[in-house]
């Protein structure tokens, strides 16, 4: 299983938080209620190893490929769980059909839709974290995130 972790850096000269990822998703599902169950833990290794936009059907495949009996609604919750924790980040691009990916720990990016073959890819784009930022400054607001998808077909 992928040991995955992420860290929290301060102002220089402070200390550097480093915690696994499976302790943020346990702590959110403790403060919820819930249970850090196998499959669960399963299902975030999996998006651990996908590391990229991953569609929940796909991650359900990708899971019993790997052995494991989980359902289909279990992947769903699990997913719902995840977002609200902002571990993962749900990406609508249209109505019939939403893709995830990994956030916790990342620095924010943008997505880039090809309308005429759905091919979808994510893009660093450095500038629009200075702009974001500035944007909030400006208004007194420290920025939590951010989405930027662009929609483009061939010349």
Do not use: W
């Not at 005429?116 to 974290?129: A, Q, R, W």
Request: proline content about 5%; hydrophobic content about 40%; overall charge negative.
């Amino acid at each position: 299983m992928p040991d995955a972790r992420f860290s929290d850096t301060f102002e220089e000269g402070e200390l550097e938080i480093v915690e696994p990822l499976c302790a943020v998703f346990r702590r959110t599902l403790r403060d919820a209620g819930q249970k850090y169950t196998p499959e669960r833990a399963r299902i975030l290794d999996t998006i651990i190893e996908l590391d990229g936009l991953f569609e929940a059907d796909a991650l359900l495949e990708s899971v019993r490929e790997g052995g494991f009996r989980v359902s289909k609604a279990t992947v769903y919750r699990t997913l719902k769980l995840l977002d609200d924790a902002g571990i993962i980040e749900r990406i609508p691009f249209d109505r019939e059909q939403s893709h995830y990916q990994l956030v916790y720990g990342r620095s924010p990016g943008a997505i880039l839709v090809n309308v005429d073959t759905g091919e979808i890819e994510s893009v660093d784009v450095p500038e629009l974290v200075a702009i974001r930022d500035a944007i909030c400054a400006k208004r007194g607001l420290v920025p939590e995130g951010h989405r930027l998808q662009i929609f483009a077909r061939p010349k």
